[in-house]
Protein backbone atom coordinates (compact mmCIF):
# COMPACT_ATOMS: atom_id res chain seq x y z
CA UNK A 1 0.00 0.00 0.00
CA UNK A 2 0.93 3.46 -0.87
CA UNK A 3 2.43 6.18 1.65
CA UNK A 4 0.05 8.65 1.90
CA UNK A 5 1.62 12.11 1.39
CA UNK A 6 1.36 14.40 4.69
CA UNK A 7 -0.19 17.02 2.16
CA UNK A 8 -2.83 14.24 1.56
CA UNK A 9 -2.94 13.29 5.21
CA UNK A 10 -3.86 16.74 5.44
CA UNK A 11 -6.82 17.29 2.68
CA UNK A 12 -8.35 14.26 4.36
CA UNK A 13 -8.56 15.65 7.61
CA UNK A 14 -9.97 18.35 6.07
CA UNK A 15 -12.67 16.69 4.61
CA UNK A 16 -13.63 14.76 7.21
CA UNK A 17 -13.95 17.39 9.29
CA UNK A 18 -16.38 19.22 6.70
CA UNK A 19 -18.11 16.15 5.84
CA UNK A 20 -18.89 15.36 9.75
CA UNK A 21 -19.07 18.55 11.17
CA UNK A 22 -19.72 21.59 8.40
CA UNK A 23 -17.04 24.11 7.17
CA UNK A 24 -17.59 26.55 9.86
CA UNK A 25 -16.01 23.67 12.20
CA UNK A 26 -12.72 23.71 9.48
CA UNK A 27 -10.19 25.55 11.34
CA UNK A 28 -5.96 24.75 10.76
CA UNK A 29 -6.18 23.67 14.43
CA UNK A 30 -8.88 20.90 14.04
CA UNK A 31 -7.11 20.07 10.67
CA UNK A 32 -3.97 19.87 12.61
CA UNK A 33 -5.21 17.87 15.33
CA UNK A 34 -7.38 15.82 13.36
CA UNK A 35 -4.23 14.65 11.14
CA UNK A 36 -1.95 14.26 14.08
CA UNK A 37 0.43 17.21 12.82
CA UNK A 38 1.60 20.20 14.52
CA UNK A 39 0.00 23.13 13.38
CA UNK A 40 3.32 24.62 12.01
CA UNK A 41 3.43 21.34 10.25
CA UNK A 42 0.07 22.29 8.27
CA UNK A 43 1.19 25.80 7.91
CA UNK A 44 4.17 24.34 6.11
CA UNK A 45 1.71 22.87 3.36
CA UNK A 46 -0.85 25.68 3.44
CA UNK A 47 -0.11 28.98 5.35
CA UNK A 48 -3.99 29.53 6.31
CA UNK A 49 -7.39 28.74 5.80
CA UNK A 50 -8.22 30.00 1.88
CA UNK A 51 -4.97 28.04 1.26
CA UNK A 52 -6.54 24.75 2.89
CA UNK A 53 -9.77 25.25 1.11
CA UNK A 54 -8.07 26.14 -2.39
CA UNK A 55 -6.13 22.27 -1.40
CA UNK A 56 -9.30 20.87 -1.23
CA UNK A 57 -11.23 22.16 -4.16
CA UNK A 58 -7.72 21.69 -6.63
CA UNK A 59 -8.03 18.01 -5.02
CA UNK A 60 -11.94 17.91 -5.53
CA UNK A 61 -11.59 18.84 -8.86
CA UNK A 62 -8.97 16.39 -9.68
CA UNK A 63 -10.60 13.42 -8.29
CA UNK A 64 -13.77 14.43 -10.30
CA UNK A 65 -11.58 14.90 -13.49
CA UNK A 66 -10.56 11.48 -12.92
CA UNK A 67 -13.42 9.58 -12.04
CA UNK A 68 -15.18 10.92 -15.78
CA UNK A 69 -12.20 10.17 -17.36
CA UNK A 70 -12.04 6.99 -16.04
CA UNK A 71 -15.11 6.03 -17.21
CA UNK A 72 -14.38 7.29 -21.05
CA UNK A 73 -14.28 4.61 -23.38
CA UNK A 74 -11.60 5.06 -26.00
CA UNK A 75 -12.35 3.34 -29.04
CA UNK A 76 -16.07 4.42 -28.07
CA UNK A 77 -16.71 6.99 -30.55
CA UNK A 78 -21.12 6.78 -30.74
CA UNK A 79 -22.81 9.66 -29.79
CA UNK A 80 -23.37 10.24 -26.10
CA UNK A 81 -19.96 9.03 -24.65
CA UNK A 82 -18.99 11.34 -22.68
CA UNK A 83 -22.25 12.19 -21.11
CA UNK A 84 -22.40 8.46 -20.22
CA UNK A 85 -18.83 8.46 -18.53
CA UNK A 86 -20.07 11.25 -16.69
CA UNK A 87 -23.53 9.22 -15.82
CA UNK A 88 -20.75 6.12 -15.02
CA UNK A 89 -18.47 8.03 -12.69
CA UNK A 90 -21.60 9.36 -10.15
CA UNK A 91 -22.63 5.64 -10.29
CA UNK A 92 -19.32 4.35 -9.22
CA UNK A 93 -17.45 6.92 -7.08
CA UNK A 94 -20.49 7.36 -4.33
CA UNK A 95 -16.88 7.15 -2.11
CA UNK A 96 -14.74 9.14 -3.68
CA UNK A 97 -17.76 11.65 -4.21
CA UNK A 98 -17.79 12.77 -0.66
CA UNK A 99 -14.12 14.37 -0.53
CA UNK A 100 -15.21 16.29 -3.80
CA UNK A 101 -18.27 16.97 -1.96
CA UNK A 102 -16.39 18.67 1.20
CA UNK A 103 -14.28 20.66 -1.05
CA UNK A 104 -17.76 22.46 -2.35
CA UNK A 105 -18.98 22.58 0.46
CA UNK A 106 -16.16 23.97 2.48
CA UNK A 107 -15.48 26.55 -0.53
CA UNK A 108 -19.18 27.58 -0.90
CA UNK A 109 -19.65 28.44 2.59
CA UNK A 110 -16.02 30.29 3.28
CA UNK A 111 -14.93 31.55 0.32
CA UNK A 112 -16.99 30.92 -3.14
CA UNK A 113 -14.34 32.46 -5.40
CA UNK A 114 -12.02 29.51 -4.68
CA UNK A 115 -14.47 27.20 -6.83
CA UNK A 116 -12.64 28.67 -9.73
CA UNK A 117 -11.11 25.43 -10.81
CA UNK A 118 -14.64 23.34 -10.32
CA UNK A 119 -16.09 26.34 -12.40
CA UNK A 120 -13.41 25.19 -15.19
CA UNK A 121 -13.86 21.83 -15.21
CA UNK A 122 -17.81 22.41 -15.61
CA UNK A 123 -17.25 24.59 -18.42
CA UNK A 124 -15.35 22.42 -20.03
CA UNK A 125 -17.53 19.56 -19.46
CA UNK A 126 -20.06 21.63 -20.88
CA UNK A 127 -18.56 22.02 -24.15
CA UNK A 128 -18.19 18.09 -24.06
CA UNK A 129 -22.10 17.44 -23.65
CA UNK A 130 -22.20 19.95 -26.45
CA UNK A 131 -20.18 18.41 -29.03
CA UNK A 132 -21.43 14.32 -27.33
CA UNK A 133 -23.79 14.57 -30.36
CA UNK A 134 -26.74 14.59 -28.84
CA UNK A 135 -29.37 17.69 -28.51
CA UNK A 136 -27.71 20.29 -26.01
CA UNK A 137 -31.11 21.02 -24.22
CA UNK A 138 -31.48 17.44 -23.73
CA UNK A 139 -27.35 16.75 -22.93
CA UNK A 140 -27.88 19.89 -19.97
CA UNK A 141 -31.17 18.24 -19.20
CA UNK A 142 -29.11 14.77 -18.34
CA UNK A 143 -26.15 16.59 -16.85
CA UNK A 144 -28.89 18.46 -14.56
CA UNK A 145 -30.08 15.13 -13.49
CA UNK A 146 -27.32 13.79 -12.60
CA UNK A 147 -25.76 17.01 -10.70
CA UNK A 148 -29.16 16.83 -9.07
CA UNK A 149 -28.81 13.31 -7.91
CA UNK A 150 -25.68 14.00 -6.73
CA UNK A 151 -26.69 17.04 -4.75
CA UNK A 152 -29.21 15.38 -2.94
CA UNK A 153 -27.19 12.12 -2.12
CA UNK A 154 -25.03 14.97 -0.62
CA UNK A 155 -27.73 16.58 1.85
CA UNK A 156 -29.57 13.19 2.56
CA UNK A 157 -32.73 14.13 0.49
CA UNK A 158 -32.87 11.39 -2.74
CA UNK A 159 -35.01 9.76 -0.57
CA UNK A 160 -34.60 6.69 -3.13
CA UNK A 161 -33.32 3.50 -2.20
CA UNK A 162 -30.06 1.94 -4.55
CA UNK A 163 -32.39 -0.06 -6.35
CA UNK A 164 -34.14 2.92 -7.51
CA UNK A 165 -30.67 4.83 -8.27
CA UNK A 166 -29.78 2.49 -10.50
CA UNK A 167 -32.61 2.54 -12.65
CA UNK A 168 -32.83 6.42 -12.65
CA UNK A 169 -28.99 6.40 -13.87
CA UNK A 170 -29.76 3.26 -16.20
CA UNK A 171 -32.63 5.64 -17.73
CA UNK A 172 -30.20 8.38 -17.93
CA UNK A 173 -28.21 6.27 -19.43
CA UNK A 174 -30.29 4.92 -21.88
CA UNK A 175 -31.46 8.78 -23.36
CA UNK A 176 -27.73 8.94 -24.19
CA UNK A 177 -27.84 5.98 -26.68
CA UNK A 178 -30.17 7.76 -29.23
Known sequence: MAKVSKKMQLLEAAADIVNEHGSDYLTLDAVAERAGVSKGGLIYHFKN??????????HANQLY???????????????GRWLRAFIEATRQNRVDNADITSGMLAAQGIN???????????????????NDEIDN??????????????????????????????KILDRLSSYTEK
Do not use: C
Open 49 to 58: KDALIRGLVE
Open 112 to 130: RELLTPLQKTYGEWQANIE
Open 137 to 166: VDATIIRLAVDGLWLSEIFGLDAIDDEMRE
Open 65 to 79: RDNVDRHIEPEDDSN
